[in-house]
């Protein structure tokens, strides 16, 4: 998929189809990850794999959006040590752009308690828990190559480039 189609029509879906996302997929996902750039190449972030029923369930609970995780075939908590959330930004959104051109949807997950998650997830003082993300087969069929970039850039619910960009 050429990568401004990717971008442009890229959506956070919450809804998922009852299908695993496969052990390959989910290695390219999390590869896409860990090649992501870095500030002096510290690569600061580690991911979680959340796998048990029993860790998906009480992520769920401090979660802004519970069924994002319940219903989704893989679930990956982004975590850094120290401070470096752009860094983590640019993992993630790898993540989330490699699995659309999978086929694959997802969403960033907040959480309404961040300690508690961290502690579900087993993180230590030093670590911060950035986001999780939801990964998963689309409920409904997608393409997004039915349309053309330019197509699906004026459907985003975006401000226009005019009221965001400025000149010095």
């Known amino acids: 998929m050429d990568t401004y189609l990717a971008i442009a029509s890229k959506r956070d879906w919450r809804r998922y189809a009852d299908r695993p996302v496969p052990e390959e997929v989910s290695h390219r996902i999390l590869d896409a990850g860990r090649l992501a750039g870095s500030a002096v190449n510290r690569q600061p972030w580690t991911f979680v794999i959340v796998e048990s029923d029993e860790a998906r369930g009480e992520l769920a609970e401090v979660v802004y959006v519970a069924d994002n995780v319940r219903t989704a075939g893989l679930v990956v908590a982004v975590v850094t040590a120290g401070n470096a959330p752009f860094d983590a930004g640019r993992a993630a959104q790898n993540m989330m752009l490699v699995a659309w051109n999978d086929g694959v949807v997802s969403c960033p997950n907040g959480f309404t308690d961040a300690d508690r998650a961290a502690e579900v997830l087993g993180l230590g003082s030093e670590e911060k828990l950035v986001n999780a ?35 010095v």
């Open 133 to 167: 993300i939801s990964f998963g087969y689309p409920a409904r069929p997608l393409d997004p190559e039915t349309g053309w970039p330019e197509e699906w850039s004026r459907e985003a619910k975006r401000k226009p480039l005019d009221e965001i960009v400025g000149r």
